[in-house]
């Protein structure tokens, strides 16, 4: 699964309702997820050639819990690459 199956499983959502991949990273990024349970995958798009992180069902349950243990937050932490905190704001659909 990539970040963005992840958020479509979870019903992780962006206030435009499209699959919230990012905010799945960075809740990804605070796991300790063992090396094993991610897959770098090569694809092809529109003739470039780039690589892509997919992860094991297992990650999608540790998702999950992180989602339950932190009460289904609208806001979710990330950090930017110029070191600031940030949020990513989401919003939840029920998911059968």
Not at 10 to 39: C, F, M, T, W
Not at 54 to 70: C, F, G, N
């Amino acid at each position: 699964y990539d970040c963005t199956e992840i958020a479509e499983e979870l019903g992780l959502l962006s206030s435009s309702g499209k699959p919230h991949n990012q905010a799945v990273s960075a809740i990804i990024a605070q796991l300790n997820i063992a090396d094993s349970e991610i897959v770098t995958t090569a694809f092809s798009r529109n003739g470039h050639d780039d690589m892509t992180l997919q992860y094991k069902p297992s990650v999608i349950e540790e998702v999950r819990k992180w989602l339950a243990d932190s009460n289904y937050p609208t806001k979710i932490p990330y950090v930017d690459s110029k070191g600031n905190q940030k949020t990513y704001t989401v919003v939840y659909r029920e998911v059968a």
